[in-house]
Each structure stands twice: as C-alpha cells, then as structure tokens.
C-alpha cells in the first residue's frame, strides 16, 4: 500500500496505535431506570481490564471522546506527587522520623 493510503497520526498522538489497528466498537445504548447506560461487549472489558463495578472515564478530546479505565487528573496528581518525593527526598526523610 502507498503512503498515501495510510492513515496519517498527528504528532501529538504519537503513542497511540494508528488507525486501522485500533478497535472500533458499535455500542448499544440501553434505558436503565430513568437513565441510559451502555453494553461494553466482553471484548472491550478485556482490553480495558475492568469487570463488573469497576469506574470507567469519559473524557472529551478534540476528536471525540475517549474512555479509560483510570482517571487522568488522579495520573497527573499521583506524577506531581513522585516527583516532589523524588526531589525533596531528605526533607522528607526527616519528617517522617
């Protein structure tokens, strides 16, 4: 296949998978009391590594809408955290005593 039949990536999702290797899902939407939920197939659950009562997060991207099984401001928060460790090691070290 030419280059120019090959999905292009943008620079700024250099470390997603291209295109044609992402799995794209047909979801059904379901009445659950007043509210409206999703069926994820078995599949999908596998690949996100959830089951059953875990918390899934939908967030907006400039292309649509992304979900993930962690939440991205408690990644952020826990990075911010190992680096003030890492950079204020000592001071820590004597809090703790």
Do not use: T, W
């Not at 291209?18 to 078995?42: A, C, D, H, T, W």
């Not at 690949?47 to 991207?61: A, I």
């Amino acid at each position: 296949m030419s280059s120019a039949g090959k999905a292009r990536i943008p620079l700024s999702n250099l470390d997603d998978r291209r295109y044609n290797e992402r799995m794209n899902v047909e979801l059904n939407l379901v009445r659950i009391g007043n509210s409206v939920g999703v069926i994820l197939p078995k599949d999908v659950l596998a690949k996100l590594r959830v089951e059953m009562g875990d918390r899934l997060f939908l967030s907006e991207q400039p292309d649509g809408f992304a979900m993930r099984a962690h939440d991205p401001a408690f990644v952020e928060a826990m990075s911010a955290a190992e680096q003030i460790m890492r950079d204020d090691r000592d001071i820590l070290a004597v809090l703790a005593k």
